[in-house]
């Protein structure tokens, strides 16, 4: 895919999401295409966050686990990893149809349009953190938007409503599952083993 694809593709993601949807569930890529483009989307999402933190360096004080990109990047894949599993799990039990691999494939381009706009907050911070605000504001919002228009689509539901309740039980799914998770291995968010 070129660059000016990838572009019309996300300004299509903003004004057409469902028809997106369908467009790239019917691409249906290989289970070693998704790996990679998940592995891809995991990396450069790790380097726009150190590049963010060269542009904008953290306040002085304890510095979280997740400040280090390393520990970004694993965090990152297993918070991707649980909400696609959560996604898809919440979908059929609302009578959705997706399959992992479908659901993973959208949340993968979701992450590559946030690539996209993180790199754009890049070149934007240091001129305006004003405008930075606003842009994050609005990307959030057209970030729920898209993906709430990819979950109808995915799991062929009639409207935003049920795909609005995928999320919320998918996203409270998989907060349950990271948190036991993590205090089973003694992870806090600072990085400190709790029993120490």
Not at 7 to 36: D, F, G
Not at 124 to 138: C, Q, R, T
Not at 164 to 170: C, E, Q, S
Request: glycine share 8%; proline share 5%; aromatic share 8%.
């Amino acid at each position: 895919m070129t660059l000016q694809g990838f572009i019309n593709l996300a300004w299509q993601s903003i004004v057409a999401p469902r028809e997106v949807a369908a467009l790239l569930l019917s691409i249906r890529p290989s289970r070693e295409v998704l790996l990679t483009a998940f592995a891809l989307v995991v990396v450069l999402n790790a380097l726009v966050f150190a590049a963010s933190v060269m542009v904008t360096p953290p306040s002085s004080g304890p510095t979280p686990a997740l400040g280090d990109p390393m520990i970004f990047m694993v965090f990152m894949a297993f918070s991707l990893v649980a909400m696609m599993l959560a996604l898809t799990w919440a979908g059929r039990g609302l009578g959705g149809t997706g399959r992992i691999e479908e659901v993973a494939l959208l949340i993968i381009w979701l992450q590559a349009l946030r690539v996209l706009v993180q790199t754009g907050l890049l070149v934007l911070l240091p001129v305006s953190e004003f405008l930075s605000a606003i842009v994050v504001m609005a990307a959030s919002a057209l970030g729920l938007w898209i993906l709430l228009n990819f979950l109808a689509e995915v799991h062929d539901l009639d409207g935003l409503g049920k795909a609005a309740l995928v999320l919320v039980f998918g996203v409270l799914g998989m907060a349950l599952g990271l948190t036991l998770i993590l205090s089973l291995l003694g992870i806090t968010p600072y990085g400190i083993p709790s029993n120490v």
